[in-house]
T-cell receptor
Framework: AQSVAQPEDQVNVAEGNPLTVKCTYSVSGNPYLFWYVQYPNRGLQFLLKYITGDNLVKGSYGFEAEFNKSQTSFHLKKPSALVSDSALYFCAVRDGGSSNTGKLIFGQGTTLQVKP | EPEVTQTPSHQVTQMGQEVILRCVPISNHLYFYWYRQILGQKVEFLVSFYNNEISEKSEIFDDQFSVERPDGSNFTLKIRSTKLEDSAMYFC?????????????FGPGTRLTVT
């Protein structure tokens, strides 16, 4: 069955330090991976995606993510965190081996707290 | 930048009542989705909709749920007879196409509270 795991409920980092938010996935076919961010009282905002090609993908607001097929991971990273990055982050996957093409499977979310 | 909008932002209803949650997808998008998130749990897929019919639905989307695109802009989710366990945040999303590579754009959500 398709699944996404975000092993950390919360990640704390000091402003200016690098951050990593972890995500692992399980699918039967090729994975199509997405990161979304949710600020309070806002919808989920698309950050970046991995479809094919380079394992390091770059997205909005200086975020990037590294796809690792052998570890079935897609960790979100940023070289230097900002206080304004504090939010709830969701990893999601579409299963390329599935007959349906629309459904996103989400992880449970990770709260990122960046302290000044 | 175009956005998906949802109304109302918060709906309180009594058990057994019907509710309609409304969404206005991005104007050139063709595929529409509803997801929900029960407090403290994962965001879960409910249904996808294209060309005026349901493309896929989850096991959550039973006979109490229906979706409709009544005009060229609105996309609605109706819950016929609400239960306590329907209390959740409901998100509408849209995408320009359905292929694997296309991201979905989400609205801010409607918080449904069933009492």
């Amino acid at each position: 069955a398709q699944s996404v795991a975000q092993p950390e409920d919360q990640v704390n980092v000091a402003e200016g330090n690098p951050l990593t938010v972890k995500c692992t996935y399980s699918v039967s076919g090729n994975p199509y991976l997405f990161w979304y961010v949710q600020y309070p009282n806002r919808g989920l905002q698309f950050l970046l995606k991995y479809i094919t090609g380079d394992n390091l993908v770059k997205g909005s607001y200086g975020f990037e993510a590294e796809f690792n097929k052998s570890q079935t991971s897609f960790h979100l990273k940023k070289p230097s965190a900002l206080v304004s990055d504090s939010a709830l982050y969701f990893c999601a996957v579409r299963d390329g081996g599935s007959s349906n093409t629309g459904k996103l499977i989400f992880g449970q979310g990770t709260t990122l707290q960046v302290k000044p | 930048e175009p956005e998906v909008t949802q109304t109302p932002s918060h709906q309180v209803t009594q058990m057994g009542q019907e509710v309609i949650l409304r969404c206005v997808p991005i104007s050139n998008h063709l595929y529409f989705y509803w997801y929900r998130q029960i407090l403290g749990q994962k965001v879960e897929f409910l249904v996808s909709f294209y060309n005026n019919e349901i493309s896929e639905k989850s096991e959550i989307f039973d006979d109490q749920f229906s979706v409709e695109r009544p005009d060229g802009s609105n996309f609605t989710l109706k819950i016929r007879s609400t239960k306590l366990e329907d209390s959740a945040m409901y998100f509408c999303a849209s995408s320009v196409a359905r292929g694997f590579s296309y991201e979905q754009y989400f609205g801010p959500g409607t918080r449904l509270t069933v009492t």
